[in-house]
Antibody, heavy 121, light 107 residues
Framework: EVQLLESGGGLIQPGGSLRLSCAAS????????MSWVRQAPGKGLEWVSG????????FYADSVKGRSTISRDDSKNTLYLQMNSVRAEDTAVYYC??????????????WGQGTLVTVSS | DIQMTQSPSSLSASVGDTVTITCRAS??????LAWYQQKPEKAPKSLIY???SLQSGVPSRFSGSGSGTDFTLTISSLQPEDFATYYC?????????FGQGTKVEIK
């Protein structure tokens, strides 16, 4: 059974940094693209960042480009998102999502339960 | 960026009805289109990929069609557990983009 478990959310002050983690199990982690998708309170889904299976390619939404880094540790079956200089508009539930294939641009067949990030002073 | 526009934004329907949701891409995306279902306070659930292929375990009352710029999600014989918000997503190119969502409510 595929499981994705996010962690690292919480209350963060504007301008601060956060590191989200997603622990994966139940599939060959290295063979699949992974992404972070967020949802602001009461809003729709927004793709944030994606990384190919094996980590050779990474892509970012304009809203986080330059202040975020996606990475993966295939030996630990874990996906990460480092976000710096956070802003109020980064407040959202962040979901980890498993791609249906290795390539970065993909759709998703499994989602984590999400971790809430609140940016506020 | 490719813009995805869903219609309607919300609809009311009864158990047993057939419901159709439309998703339009601002430019052609072949069949690189997925559909997701989300219930309040829950993570999205994947329904369809490739425009018309059902994800494993998804009931056959869900179907998808379309190619290019115009796509539809059809739910035949609506069940109580189908009342939720539905999103389309294009994965033709980065950034991947989602429609704004269609909320299916009980009439």
């Amino acid at each position: 059974e595929v499981q994705l478990l996010e962690s690292g959310g919480g209350l963060i002050q504007p301008g601060g940094s956060l590191r989200l983690s997603c622990a994966a199990s139940g599939f060959t982690f290295s063979s699949y693209a992974m992404s972070w998708v967020r949802q602001a309170p009461g809003k729709g889904l927004e793709w944030v960042s994606g990384i190919s299976g094996g980590g050779g390619s990474a892509f970012y939404a304009d809203s986080v480009k330059g202040r975020s880094t996606i990475s993966r540790d295939d030996s630990k079956n874990t996906l990460y998102l480092q976000m710096n200089s956070v802003r109020a508009e980064d407040t959202a539930v962040y979901y980890c999502a498993k791609g249906i294939e290795r390539t970065s641009v993909t759709c998703y067949d499994h989602w984590g339960q999400g971790t809430l990030v609140t940016v506020s002073s | 960026d490719i813009q995805m526009t869903q219609s309607p934004s919300s609809l009311s329907a009864s158990v047993g009805d057939t419901v159709t949701i439309t998703c339009r891409a601002s430019r052609g995306i072949s069949n690189w289109l997925a559909w997701y279902q989300q219930k309040p306070e829950k993570a999205p659930k994947s329904l369809i990929y490739g425009g018309s292929s059902l994800q494993s375990g998804v009931p056959s009352r869900f179907s998808g069609s379309g190619s290019g710029t115009d796509f539809t999600l059809t739910i035949s014989s609506l069940q109580p557990e189908d009342f939720a918000t539905y999103y389309c997503q294009q994965y033709n190119s980065f950034p991947e983009t989602f429609g704004q969502g269609t909320k299916v409510e009980i009439k």
